[in-house]
C-alpha cells in the first residue's frame, strides 16, 4: 500500500486549503482513510477521519472550519480546511487504516501565516 499525499503549502490566517491523497496497492474493500497532523516539537494527532460508509470522526480544534471527503472508486480521500488559524500549522499525514494496520503517507506542510 502506498499513500500520495499532496496539496500543502503556504496560506494567510483566514485562507483556506485542500489536502488530496490517493492510495495505491491492495486497497480492502472496507477501511478508514485520514489525516494527522504534527506541529513542530508536539505529537501527531488526528484531524479527521472517514470511514469506507461515510460516517466521519472530526478533532473538536477543527470541528465547523475541516470537511473530509472520500472518493472510494477512486482510493482517494480529501482534507477541505477553511478560516485556517496559525495553529493549525504542521505536517499533515494522510493514513489508511485496513486489516488491522496503519499506513502513512510522507506527509505534506501546511503553513499558516501572514
Known amino acids: 500500500v502506498q499513500l500520495q499525499a499532496s496539496g500543502g503549502g503556504l496560506v494567510q490566517p483566514g485562507g483556506s486549503l485542500r489536502l488530496s491523497c490517493a492510495a495505491s496497492?491492495?486497497?480492502?474493500?472496507?477501511?478508514?482513510m485520514g489525516w494527522y497532523r504534527q506541529a513542530s516539537g508536539k505529537q501527531r494527532d488526528l484531524v479527521a477521519h472517514?470511514?469506507?460508509?461515510?460516517?466521519?470522526n472530526y478533532a473538536d480544534s477543527v470541528k465547523g472550519r475541516v470537511t473530509i471527503s472520500r472518493d472510494n472508486a477512486k482510493n482517494k480521500v480529501y482534507l477541505h480546511m477553511n478560516s485556517l488559524k496559525p495553529e493549525d500549522t504542521a505536517v499533515y499525514y494522510c493514513?489508511?487504516?485496513?486489516?488491522?494496520?496503519?499506513?502513512w503517507g510522507q506527509g505534506t506542510l501546511v503553513t499558516v501565516s501572514s
Open positions: 472517514i470511514f469506507t460508509g461515510g460516517s466521519t
Open positions: 496497492g491492495s486497497i480492502f474493500s472496507f477501511n478508514a
Open positions: 493514513n489508511l487504516y485496513q486489516g488491522a494496520q496503519n499506513y
